[in-house]
């Protein structure tokens, strides 16, 4: 009987309460779906504020009349029921039933009217399920470029503007890389528009393949695609950047009559601190150009004052590379161990000087080969020369800290790049792996084979570009091999000299 007294006395708020849940259930049930973005422009339209786009106006005013009725539906069943429960406390207290048959009846039917009432909002859940559902898909297709599938303009200005939001708030970097579907226009005339359409969905969809899974591609207008890498310097983009123009040269697109091949041209630019959004697009936009301009498929790098080439493996002729290739294990062992190649080095170093000009510290350059690995080779054989080319780069790759940067190099000769080393840091780090090498003794096959390398560095000075300082460190390797090798000399700018005497250098300044 406490029950029905219960029901009684909360008849008349019923109704009430039972809107406020569904009200707070559908947003709710939008928000958690997914569609938190859907949901705000819901609440904003049952607000009364408009939303930024007719159609999503169009869309949230069109889910909010559907909403009423399911709320005008669910109040006038809330009242039959608040009737029938009225009812059936009413039957009992005036007691014109017998006692105990009376209240098992009214107990079945007020269970029987729960029940009914529990299948209605298990009803307009599923409802309010299917309009989230709508939403969702609908804010999705407002935000996604039908012909390519990528995320859209609007949507590519919502993920730089939270880029830039989050690089204000905890410096966290991040770049941006413009791209063109090279001559465009001429293959549109040539092949038809609809097989121009194939093509601008086939490199998208290889942009969208080659990218990291953090990083967000979109098209930005036209034959433009664009990527936006959180949390990502401007070093680590141009490799992205060389991967993704590489992937778009060696793709084939069919159309009803051949197979077709298509380049694109890349500008990057990395957000500098005191910048906004249009000054990164703009010099973004300026090396894509400048690289249109300079011969198309390739890509240029805007530094924050002047534009420069990324260097493709195939702009490097064979007279510029440093002596001879390294056997055909050495890149397979280099790129094991976490190394990369010679032509990111590169790329890398001139990131880090146009940095260090910008703000922040000097980087340093270290340089190691193998003494006389010829006649090691000659001696030992290509076996067991090709396994003390693993154990260098084994002990290269112990040395690098999680800033550093290693690289293959050359013929038994390998760089690391050291972001922020002073002098004596730098020689430090190069005796100690010198050392550590010249002490090992390599168990092979029944011999124990010993070997020993020499090392030189420099630390940037301003009249230094990444060729000037990669020519300043090979001149120093040159000497200390020259002096007999297992050695390691310093570039002072001025000179090369031995390591010890730079630190001694150093300790009488200090003096």
């Known amino acids: 009987m406490r029950s029905v007294m219960v029901w009684q006395e909360n008849a008349p708020n019923l109704g009430r309460v039972m809107l406020e849940m569904l009200g707070d259930l559908s947003f709710a049930i939008l928000m958690s779906s997914?569609?938190?973005?859907?949901?705000?422009?819901?609440?904003?339209?049952?607000?009364?504020?408009?939303?930024?786009?007719?159609?999503?106006?169009?869309?949230?005013?069109?889910?909010?009349?559907?909403?009423?009725?399911?709320?005008?539906?669910?109040?006038?069943?809330?009242?039959?029921?608040?009737?029938?429960?009225?009812?059936?406390n009413q039957e009992l207290t005036v007691g014109t039933t017998p006692e105990a048959e009376g209240v098992i009846s009214a107990v079945s039917r007020l269970i029987e009217a729960n029940q009914s009432m529990q299948s209605q909002l298990s009803s307009v859940e599923d409802k309010l399920h299917e309009q989230s559902r709508l939403v969702e898909m609908k804010t999705a297709e407002a935000r996604t470029d039908a012909l390519t599938g990528l995320a859209n303009r609007r949507a590519?200005?919502?993920?730089?503007?939270?880029?830039?939001?989050?690089?204000?708030?905890?410096?966290?970097?991040?770049?941006?890389i413009l791209s063109d579907i090279d001559h465009f226009k001429k293959f549109n005339d040539t092949h038809g528009h609809q097989t121009g359409d194939e093509v601008l969905r086939?490199?998208?969809?290889?942009?969208?393949?080659?990218?990291?899974?953090?990083?967000?591609?979109?098209?930005?207008?036209?034959?433009?695609?664009?990527?936006?890498?959180p949390g990502t310097k401007a070093d680590e983009a141009v490799r992205a950047l060389e991967r993704t123009r590489q992937a778009v040269d060696s793709a084939r697109f069919r159309s009803p009559t051949s197979e077709l091949k298509v380049t694109m041209s890349f500008g990057i630019a990395e957000l500098l601190p005191g910048e906004d959004v249009p000054t990164l697009i703009r010099r973004a936009d300026a090396a894509l150009y400048a690289a249109k301009q300079t011969g198309r498929n390739r890509?240029?790098?805007?530094?924050?004052?002047?534009?420069?080439?990324?260097?493709?493996?195939?702009?490097?002729?064979?007279?510029?590379?440093?002596?001879q290739p390294?056997?055909?294990?050495?890149?397979?062992?280099?790129?094991?161990?976490?190394?990369?190649?010679?032509?990111?080095?590169?790329?890398?170093?001139?990131?880090?000087?146009?940095?260090?000009?910008?703000?922040?510290?000097?980087?340093?350059?270290?340089?190691?080969?193998?003494?006389?690995?010829?006649?090691?080779?000659?001696?030992?054989?290509?076996?067991?020369?090709?396994?003390?080319?693993?154990s260098a780069v084994q002990f290269l790759s112990a040395s690098i800290r999680t800033m550093d940067l290693?690289?293959?190099?050359?013929?038994?000769?390998?760089?690391?790049?050291?972001?922020?080393?002073?002098?004596?840091?730098?020689i430090r780090v190069a005796e100690r792996l010198r050392q550590a090498i010249a002490r090992c003794a390599l168990p092979i096959k029944g011999q124990s084979v010993q070997f020993t390398v020499s090392l030189a560095g420099a630390v940037a000075i301003q009249s230094d570009a990444t060729k000037e300082m990669l020519a300043r460190v090979e001149k120093a390797l040159e000497q200390a091999t020259a002096t007999g090798g297992n050695c390691t000399f310093f570039h002072n700018g001025r000179h090369p000299e031995p390591a010890q005497a730079t630190l001694e250098r150093i300790r009488t300044a200090a003096v």
């Open 406 to 426: 290693g690289s293959e190099y050359g013929e038994a000769t390998f760089a690391m790049l050291l972001p922020g080393a002073n002098t004596t840091e730098l």
């Open 202 to 229: 086939g490199t998208a969809r290889v942009l969208r393949e080659t990218a990291r899974e953090s990083d967000f591609v979109a098209r930005y207008g036209g034959e433009e695609l664009a990527i936006v890498l």
């Open 34 to 88: 997914g569609a938190a973005g859907a949901g705000w422009v819901l609440h904003r339209a049952i607000r009364g504020a408009p939303a930024e786009l007719p159609e999503e106006q169009r869309l949230a005013k069109e889910v909010l009349a559907r909403l009423k009725d399911l709320a005008s539906h669910m109040a006038a069943n809330v009242g039959q029921h608040s009737s029938r429960v009225e009812d059936i």
């Open 156 to 176: 590519f200005d919502d993920k730089v503007a939270a880029c830039f939001v989050e690089f204000q708030r905890s410096r966290r970097p991040f770049s941006l």
């Open 326 to 390: 390294v056997p055909t294990s050495a890149p397979a062992a280099a790129s094991q161990y976490g190394l990369c190649s010679q032509s990111d080095f590169g790329m890398s170093l001139g990131y880090r000087l146009a940095e260090w000009r910008r703000h922040g510290s000097a980087p340093a350059l270290l340089l190691m080969r193998i003494d006389d690995f010829p006649a090691l080779t000659k001696r030992y054989g290509q076996e067991i020369a090709e396994f003390v080319l693993r």
């Open 299 to 323: 890509g240029c790098w805007h530094d924050g004052q002047e534009i420069r080439p990324i260097v493709r493996p195939c702009d490097v002729k064979p007279a510029e590379k440093v002596q």
